[in-house]
């Protein structure tokens, strides 16, 4: 059992196979989205979660990295900014008339 740091009781992960794979780097993360409406933060090295970010009202449908923040778009028709590093909500980012599955970060 591990304890996530930014969630109140943390959470039990288990890595299936696909993510073992993924998870064959070293010293790098995987960020995910998901329909649970959270995103987490993977290490490749050990194949836990590191962090978890949770403020969208809908499912996760992309997610983004640019340096120290992530980026996520979401069926909420918003997009969030995180500092990947502390899990702080930036800034949310509202105007979509339909669910956010498509973005780019320049």
């Known amino acids: 059992r591990w304890r996530g740091p930014w969630v109140e009781g943390g959470d039990d992960v288990r890595c299936s ?3 073992r794979k993924l998870c064959g780097g070293v010293g790098s993360e995987v960020v995910s989205g998901s329909g649970d409406k959270t995103i987490k933060i993977w290490s490749r090295l050990s194949c836990q979660v590191v962090g978890r970010l949770e403020g969208h009202f809908r499912f996760v449908a992309i997610v983004g990295v640019a340096g ?3 980026v996520s778009g979401s069926g909420d028709k918003t997009i969030k900014i995180w500092n990947r590093r ?4 930036v800034r949310t980012l509202e105007g979509h008339s339909g669910f956010v599955d498509r973005m780019g970060v320049v």
């Not at 502390?86 to 909500?89: A, M, P, Q």
């Open 68 to 70: 120290d923040e992530v």
């Open 17 to 19: 196979s696909g993510l």
């Open 86 to 89: 502390s899990g702080e909500l």
